[in-house]
């Protein structure tokens, strides 16, 4: 399915490539007044000798173009968190981040006086980087990142990084 995908994907770039560049095209042959029409029909011609870019639909549709283009690269830019985290580089086994998590958090929360535990898996590199939070006595850090440390040992996970433990007394929301 993912070559279905790409091959669609790149025909569909395609044809908006050469619609754009014709458009692009006949746009500039109007700016420099010269009427050749490329795209068939009179309509577009029409359409684009009239409009001018004092016109205020002009301006509402640039700027909502403008701000579109801009929203999609700020999600392209962002860093996403990862949904599979490589076991091993050298077989490409993976395990789904959530159900790290899930585990994780589970392993947390079975450390005597400590609950409602959350667990929040990032990498970086090769490194796992498991960070807990959860309801209970400070003390129990220790115990806390000894459990994660296990649970992440059955898991056969590559090394973990430092693993961040935060234990807030009863009483504060997590």
């Known amino acids: 399915m993912r070559t279905a995908n790409r091959v669609a994907s790149m025909l569909l770039a395609a044809a908006l490539l050469a619609g754009g560049a014709l458009l692009a095209l006949q746009a ?4 420099v007044d010269r009427p050749a ?9 029409d359409t684009l000798t ?19 283009g801009l929203a999609v690269l700020a999600a392209q830019l962002r860093r996403w968190a990862p949904v599979r985290l490589r076991v091993d580089e050298r077989d490409g086994w993976h395990l789904h981040r959530r159900c790290v998590e899930r585990r994780l958090a589970d392993a947390a929360g079975t ?31 220790a115990e806390v990142e000894f459990a994660v440390h296990q ?10 990084g430092r693993i961040e433990v935060r234990l807030l007394p ?5």
Do not use: I
Request: glycine fraction near 10%; hydrophobic fraction near 45%; avoid cysteine.
């Open 28 to 31: 500039l042959l109007v700016a």
């Open 37 to 45: 029409p490329l795209l068939a029909g009179t309509g577009w011609y």
């Open 50 to 68: 009239s409009t001018r870019w004092r016109d205020p639909g002009v301006r509402v549709v640039a700027g909502a173009a403008a701000l579109l």
């Open 111 to 141: 450390v005597p006086g400590v609950r409602r535990a959350r667990v929040r898996v990032r990498r970086r590199g090769a490194e796992w980087r498991p960070r807990v939070r959860a309801t209970g006595d400070p003390a129990a850090r």
């Open 151 to 160: 649970e992440l040992h059955r898991l056969a996970a590559p090394r973990a």
């Open 170 to 174: 009863r009483g504060r929301p997590v």
